[in-house]
């Protein structure tokens, strides 16, 4: 089965500061894509960062970035310089090559950025 | 905005109804996928779409159904509602199918509540 585990249901972070959120997932899969999804208040989805399995090189977007580890099949999501706007719901997501490009989704960590 | 739009945005309705969501993909976009979001569930993915033919089908009820129309807008079909479908249905679209393209963009969601 292919499954997708947070462990952190809840963090919280100063403004300014750093904050890691961590995925883990399972999958007999060779190839597949990785994804962080914020989830406002305002309940819409947004793709933050993607990362597919072949590649070594970790994505950057911004002040977001990933520790993609495949090997331990480890995806967490880094945030720096957090802002007020970044607390919202993150869910970490993988989709494979064949058959479906369906997204399994964990269930997720709140994140409350503190002024 | 992510260029995926739904109607509606709410919906009432009571047990035993027949509800019907709309969604129109981004320009271009071939696949559209449907997603329940629940409190007890989480996301869960309902079913894919490409270009017309049902491409995958994951946690969907026998009540429930789907279809996409020529003009690639699909609608999904909830039939016999009980409270426990009460949830956030969100639709995403994806230009193609993996490997060329694999990011899902979301559309707002229909908040569907059963009393």
């Known amino acids: 089965a292919q499954t997708v585990t947070q462990s952190q249901p809840e963090m919280s972070v100063q403004e300014a500061e750093t904050v890691t959120l961590s995925c883990t997932y399972d999958?007999?899969?060779?190839?597949?894509?990785l994804f962080w999804y914020k989830q406002p208040p305002s309940r819409q989805m947004i793709l933050v960062i993607r990362q597919e399995a072949y590649k070594q090189q970790n994505a950057t977007e911004n002040r977001f970035s990933v520790n993609f580890q495949k090997a331990a099949k480890s995806f967490s999501l880094k945030i720096s310089d957090s802002q007020l706007g970044d607390t919202a719901m993150y869910f970490c997501?993988?989709?494979?090559?064949?058959?479906?490009?369906?997204?399994?989704f964990g269930k997720g960590t709140k994140l409350t950025v503190n002024p | 905005d992510s260029g995926v739009t739904q109607t509606p945005k709410h919906l009432i309705t009571a047990t035993g109804q027949r509800v019907t969501l709309r969604c129109s993909p981004r320009s271009g976009d071939l696949s559209v996928y449907w997603y329940q979001q629940s409190l007890d569930q989480g996301l869960q993915f309902l079913i894919q779409y490409y270009n017309g033919e049902e491409r995958a089908k994951g946690n969907i009820l026998e009540r429930f159904s789907a279809q996409q129309f020529p003009d690639l807008h699909s609608e999904l079909n909830l039939s016999s509602l009980e409270l426990g479908d009460s949830a956030l249905y969100f639709c995403?679209?994806?230009?193609?199918?993996?490997?060329?393209?694999?990011?899902?963009?979301f559309g707002p969601g229909t908040r569907l509540t059963v009393t």
């Open positions: 997501a993988f989709s494979t090559q064949g058959g479906s490009e369906k997204l399994v």
């Open positions: 999958t007999s899969e060779n190839n597949y894509y």
């Open positions: 995403a679209s994806s230009p193609g199918l993996a490997p060329l393209t694999y990011e899902q963009y």
